[in-house]
């Protein structure tokens, strides 16, 4: 991530961060992002559904 | 046993001591709070001693033993909650200026169940914060002191947990842990700190820092402590939507059962990156204890092991998330670094959290399945031993990757247990990890080898 994308990014989600702070942002950020950005996302599967009901589970108690 | 031993003394050493009526819960927390009066203005570990508190909890324990109720092993022992954890009546200020004030109305589930249990309550110790940031020097909460070296971080963010343990300023303490902040302080600290499962302890009651990556867990100064501790959390609880109803075993009877026939996988590519020679060497030795055991140790490869720096994503996200409206509203009661931190997380987008999910997801199919291949896994808990605060204060300073986090992506439950000291005097750590709630096997491989060594002995010179 370039120091010109973080400022992009910080623009859109409309937070400000001091200006001398921005390298060590930068820098959390790329590391947090490799193994995302390294992915192939069409390798992986897709997350668990959003509701799930079990019919095993007290009335009153189902859906995650 | 001597007056200068007893605040290091196992739980099951001091209920001994009471059924034996050498000593009274009264007279025990009084010598604690003692302690904490002469140590912990140089420790920093505790926010708030609630003295008070104490010695009524040590009375009503003092009393049930004196009817014979010895059913509890916690009815009587002092003990500290980190505070991020809700208590009736008591300020709870999550390190944080938001909360300075704040005097929560109940308690968290896991302090009902510690107290349903006997334990004395001596106080709330400090949290780097919310459970999150760094105490720089005039912040409004002191950052806690490493009993082993004053110089130097106890680790976070249960910071006030580990240091008042070291200390012998408490026999148990509760932490919370959403990338290794039970396991950091107690490698850093020289004590025991159990993360258990995803689901197994509840989180209700307690700050939220990051919803899929926190859980709440016991911290104490041997493996069979922890255990007791953990028995009496453990437990569906339907305050916290994550718990589980998965029954709760014996965990301390099976402690005895020795190593003999496990199988204890050791993970090396991503656990050894940077990793200091001293960590490696206490940890290689550590393995051949094991060996000698009776375990068999071998190496084993998880796949996408890297994808585990993908909870850094999930962290950020899910932290700007929750604290987003104080963050807009209140920035400035934010300290420097966690508002920084915090604001990071709102730089993700909905694209990379979720597929920050989805390597997630790949991560625990890799290391259930090789956890059927082993009882076990090993890994030292930190790459390096404490930092001192001159490092963690340079402004250069990162947010250090550890060895802890990937075991929150996975929820799987993880052990820290002491296994030596740097030529320095610094504490070492193993961290041990097994298969979903098998939170019975970690602590049987932590309490087999921490029997086997004197490492539990050694106390810092305070």
């Known amino acids: ?31 947090a992002l490799r193994p995302i950005h390294a992915m192939d996302s069409r390798k992986h599967r897709t997350l668990e559904p959003a509701v799930t009901f079990d019919a095993g589970r007290p009335r009153g108690d189902h859906g995650q | 046993m001597a007056s200068d031993e007893l605040p290091y003394a196992t739980i099951r050493d001091i209920g001994a001591r009471f059924r034996r009526r050498a000593l009274s819960p009264v007279e025990l927390t009084r010598a604690l709070l003692e ?27 003092e009393t049930a033993l004196g009817r014979g109720d010895f059913s509890s092993p916690l009815l009587g022992i002092p003990v500290g909650y980190k505070d991020i954890y809700a ?32 334990a004395v309550m001596l106080g709330k110790l400090i949290t780097h914060e919310f459970a999150f940031g760094i105490q720089f020097p005039g912040h409004r909460f002191a950052a806690a002191k490493n009993p082993w070296d004053l110089e130097r971080m106890p680790g976070g963010s249960s910071s006030g947990s580990g240091a008042a343990l070291a200390a012998g300023l408490a026999f148990g303490a509760l932490g919370s842990d959403t990338g290794g902040s039970i396991r950091g302080p107690a490698s ?9 499962t995803y689901g197994r302890c509840s989180r209700a009651g307690v700050l939220t820092l990051s919803w899929t990556l926190d859980h709440t ?18 437990g569906h609880d339907a305050a916290d939507p994550a718990s589980s109803r ?23 590519e991503y656990f050894f990156e940077g990793i200091d020679p001293e960590v490696e060497k206490g940890f290689e030795q550590a393995l051949a204890t094991l060996r000698q055991l009776g375990a068999t140790v071998e190496d084993v490869q998880i796949p996408d092991i890297q994808a585990a720096g993908a909870y850094t994503a999930i962290l950020l996200a899910e932290a ?31 694209s990379e959290y979720v597929q920050a999910q989805r390597l997630r997801a790949q991560l625990r199919a890799d290391m259930n399945a090789v956890l059927r291949r082993v009882d076990v896994l090993a890994t030292p808990t930190s790459p390096k031993p404490a930092p001192t605060f001159t490092t963690v204060y340079d402004p250069e300073y990162g947010f250090p990757r550890g060895n802890t986090g990937p075991f929150n992506m996975t929820g799987l439950p993880a052990l820290a247990v002491p296994c030596g000291f740097t030529a320095a005097g610094l504490p070492l750590s193993i961290q041990i990890t097994g298969r979903p709630f098998d939170e019975a096997t970690v602590l049987r491989v932590g309490h087999t080898y921490e029997q086997a060594t004197s490492w539990r002995t050694r106390h810092p010179n305070l």
């Not at chain 1, 859109?12 to 921005?22: G, K, P, W």
């Not at chain 2, 867990?217 to 453990?234: F, H, I």
């Not at chain 2, 998965?246 to 090396?268: M, N, Q, T």
Request: proline content about 5%; some cysteine.
């Open chain 1, 1 to 31: 991530m370039t120091l010109e994308e973080l400022r992009d990014r910080m623009k859109a989600a409309r937070v400000e961060i001091a200006e001398n702070r921005l390298e060590l942002v930068r820098r959390l950020l790329t590391d």
């Open chain 2, 35 to 61: 302690r904490i009066e002469r140590l912990d203005p140089g420790l920093h570990a505790f926010v708030t001693v609630t003295a008070d508190r104490a010695l009524a909890d040590a009375k009503a324990a």
């Open chain 2, 87 to 118: 208590t009736r009546g008591i300020l709870t200020t999550g390190g944080s200026a938001l909360l300075a004030d704040w005097i929560p109305t109940e308690d968290a589930t896991c302090v009902t169940r510690l107290q349903r249990g006997g």
């Open chain 2, 188 to 196: 850093f600290c020289g004590i025991v700190g159990l993360k258990p």
């Open chain 2, 217 to 234: 867990g016991p911290m104490a100064r041997t493996v069979e402590d922890c255990a007791y501790l953990l028995q009496a959390l453990a």
């Open chain 2, 246 to 268: 998965e029954p709760v075993p014996d965990y301390v009877a099976p402690l005895s059962r020795g190593v003999r026939g496990l199988r204890v996988g050791v993970v090396r």
């Open chain 2, 320 to 350: 700007f998330a929750y604290h987003e409206h104080d963050l807009r509203e209140h920035p400035e009661r934010f300290g420097e670094i966690l508002r920084e931190r915090m604001l990071a997380g709102a730089l993700i987008t909905a």
